[in-house]
C-alpha cells in the first residue's frame, strides 16, 4: 500500500523536477530553477534588477542571497553586487539568456 502510494506520488511530480523526465515530454516546456552567481567583475554588478530587464525575457527572480549569505530583498530597485547568487525560475532557453544577460551583458 504504502509503496503504491509512493509511486502515485512520483508519478504525479514527474516532469516538474529537472531531469525526472517524462517519455514524449519536450523538456523545454516546463519552467525550471536555475541559480546564477555574480562574478566579481560581472557586468550586472552595481546594477539595478530594473536596469538588467530579466521579467522581459520571462524570467521571475525568486530569491537573492548576497555574497555575505544574507538574503537580500527582491525588489525592482534592488542593486546586484558581486558574490550575489540569483535564484531564477522560468522555461530553460529563457534562464539561458538571463544568464548569459547577467554575465556577459
Do not use: I, M
Amino acid at each position: 500500500v504504502v509503496q503504491e502510494q509512493r509511486d502515485a506520488r512520483n508519478k504525479v511530480l514527474r516532469g516538474y523536477f529537472h531531469g525526472a523526465g517524462v517519455d514524449g515530454a519536450d523538456e523545454t516546456a516546463y519552467a525550471r530553477r536555475h541559480t546564477v552567481t555574480l562574478p566579481l567583475a560581472g557586468c550586472s554588478v552595481g546594477k539595478t534588477l530594473e536596469s538588467v530587464s530579466l521579467e522581459g525575457l520571462g524570467v521571475r527572480v525568486v530569491s537573492l542571497r548576497g555574497a555575505n549569505g544574507k538574503n537580500k530583498s527582491v525588489g525592482a530597485d534592488t542593486v546586484l553586487g558581486s558574490g550575489d547568487t540569483l535564484v531564477l525560475s522560468a522555461k530553460a532557453p529563457a534562464l539561458a539568456l538571463a544568464e548569459d544577460r547577467l554575465l556577459t551583458g
